[in-house]
């Protein structure tokens, strides 16, 4: 599977990005997919997870209730909304997917990743 992210680029404070993940492979539907995210000088960490169908996703503390991952299965695109965003949002954003059957949260759990896309917040 390769993954194209895009969407990033330079906000202030407050503002919302939508970022988007085109995905190469028809067999989309059948993996779950996976926002994360990685700051200068810090490890990678999740943004957010969703399930193969959409009906299960999950977000850490740190973004619950400003960020929402969605997917289209019929377009091959995943979609991360981020509102509210805050300067320690500033990181490079990655798509990644995952065979795991199950849910998935861990960046071990993904087995492909994208580019990378850089989120820029100012105060």
């Known amino acids: 599977v390769q993954l194209q992210a895009s969407g990033g680029g330079l906000v202030q404070a407050g503002d919302s990005l939508r970022l988007s993940c085109a995905a190469s492979?028809?067999?989309?539907?059948?993996?779950?997919m996976g926002w994360f995210r990685q700051a200068p000088g810090k490890e990678r960490e999740v943004v957010a997870t969703?399930?193969?169908?959409?009906?299960?996703?999950y977000y850490p503390n740190s973004v619950k209730g400003r960020f929402t991952i969605s997917r289209d299965n019929a377009n091959n695109t995943l979609y991360l909304q981020m509102n509210s965003l805050k300067p320690e949002d500033t990181a490079v954003y990655y798509c990644a997917a995952s065979g795991t059957v199950g849910y998935v949260t861990r960046a071990y759990e993904f087995d492909y990743w994208g580019q990378g896309t850089l989120v820029t917040v100012s105060s």
């Open positions: 969703i399930s193969r169908s959409g009906g299960s996703t």
């Open positions: 492979e028809r067999t989309f539907s059948r993996v779950s």
